[in-house]
């Protein structure tokens, strides 16, 4: 097998699959220029990471893999193995003395970027951190002693106190120089999910970011929350998988009332990141220490339980036009996440983190950092002062943020006719029943001392 033109660097995609506003892939770029070689792009197929996400991610994956490749001139290298075995192997392949990547920030991938680091040290190489997933990086936001903090409104101030450069832009006449690939990017996922997804890549990324700030920005206050409405921006692959970057989106975003509230869903999620950062072991244990003794419901009746919210049979209409949505589209409107999240954790009493596997499973922008804290913001056992007593009423819900009913005609067109199922659970019985749980789980956490709540 040929041997790739000598590049001085590489620039090892990840969670950054993008070319514009990218600072590891602009330093390698310069270095490459400054020495007269190339820059050999790399993704690493990693099965450790692949086997964490469902159909519909790894097919989006594949898609925005297969649009950056053609940004870089088709000159993507995609390998498969061990990132501490294939990059060093990569990076001597190309001769280059300089891996550069865009820093992670969550628990595997920061073990897997100190092994790789090690590896490449020992091979007298060097792995490069540039440049983060977040407009803010985690760990840089901390109150005046020092400390993290647990709660979201301190967190967001300090954040826009904190704030963040302007994007850059793309290089221009990147000096790409390509590896030879050992895998097709058809085989990192499916030729489609299981559910009809939005069209992936940078490209992409900027129009529906265009048509966002063209208009659903400017009533984005007022409509975030009806499902009904296209009230939302859509961003949430884009920016699980990096195809546009956080500061890329604050950048285009006014600063008025709505902009604001807009602004404050992206500081939810890079304070999710900060949390995690701090608490690695939050992502399945729970954060607040009553979390460990909650009761949960397992055996015959909550797997069946189980099994029709997640086919969206469970009787309350938006419950179940979430959960079909979620399975056709493999995305969810977020005021319908929380509303099916408390339904499980509250109304059927299931352990939150069976959710928050499906939701993994299932969702393109599945994210370790939102999606299971946010489960455990619903379940009351993470950040905030959220109280377990916030129990949505799915009802009431329906009323109130899909008022014409057309988001469940849309889902569950069967709803209210002979073919619907009666309500699996009385919802005033199993909210009384979650707080008297809620109770007894106080009183077993009196015993763990100062902290439990």
């Known amino acids: 097998m040929a041997r790739a033109a000598p590049a001085s660097t590489v620039v090892w ?17 310069d270095e ?24 519909n991610r790894r097919a989006f994956l594949a898609g925005t893999l297969a649009a950056l490749d053609e940004a870089l001139n088709g000159c993507l290298a995609l390998r498969r193995g061990r990132p501490d075995d294939v990059v060093p192997q990569f990076a001597a392949e190309v001769g280059a003395r300089t891996v550069f990547v865009t820093a992670d920030c969550a628990p595997y991938g920061r073990r897997r970027d100190a092994a790789v680091a090690a590896s490449l040290t020992e091979a007298g190489r060097a792995l490069a951190r540039v440049g983060s997933p977040y407009a803010v990086p985690p760990g840089r936001v901390v109150s005046g002693p020092g400390s993290p903090y647990r709660v979201f409104t301190p967190f967001r101030r300090a954040w826009r106190t904190h704030g963040w450069p302007s994007p850059a832009t793309a290089p221009h006449g990147a000096p790409w120089s390509a590896g030879h690939s050992d895998v097709a990017i058809d085989e990192v996922g ?68 709505s902009s604001e509230v807009f602004r404050s869903e992206l500081a939810w999620r890079e304070f999710y990141a900060d949390v995690l950062w701090h608490h690695p072991d939050s992502a399945w244990q729970p954060l607040a220490p009553i979390g460990r003794h909650l009761r949960w419901d397992t055996g015959e009746a909550a797997h069946r ?29 977020n005021r319908v996440r929380m509303l099916t999240a408390s339904f499980l954790v509250k109304d059927l009493h299931i352990d939150w983190r069976r959710g928050a596997r499906l939701f993994l499973d299932r969702l393109v922008d599945g994210d370790l950092a939102s999606n299971n804290l946010g489960w455990q913001w619903v379940a009351g056992t993470g950040t905030d002062a959220a109280p377990f007593h916030r129990i949505f009423n799915p009802v009431l819900q329906a009323e109130r943020f ?39 789980a106080k009183v077993a956490a009196a015993g763990d001392g100062p902290g439990s709540r």
């Open 190 to 257: 499916p030729g489609e999910g299981t559910a009809q997804l939005p069209v992936p890549g940078e490209e992409a990324a900027q129009r529906v970011l265009d048509e966002f700030v063209a208009g659903p920005v400017l009533h984005y206050g007022e409509e975030r929350d009806r499902p009904d409405l296209p009230g939302t921006s859509r961003l949430s692959p884009y920016l699980r998988f990096g195809s546009v970057h956080p500061r890329q989106v604050l950048a285009r975003v006014g600063s008025d009332a």
């Open 13 to 29: 995609f990840r969670r950054d699959l993008r070319t514009a506003d990218h600072p590891a892939l602009l330093a390698a770029v």
């Open 402 to 440: 899909d008022p014409e009913g057309a988001y469940v005609a849309r889902y569950v067109p069967e709803a209210g006719g002979p073919d619907y199922p009666p309500p699996i659970v009385d919802h005033a019985e199993e909210r009384a029943e979650a707080l008297r749980r809620w109770e007894d």
């Open 32 to 55: 490459s220029r400054s020495s007269g070689a190339g820059v050999a792009p790399l993704f690493v197929v990693d099965d450790t990471l692949l086997a964490s996400g469902g159909a």
């Open 305 to 333: 339980r189980f099994a029709a919210w997640s086919a969206g049979r469970t009787g309350y209409p938006l419950v179940d036009a979430g959960m079909r949505q979620l399975g056709s589209e493999g995305w969810m409107h």
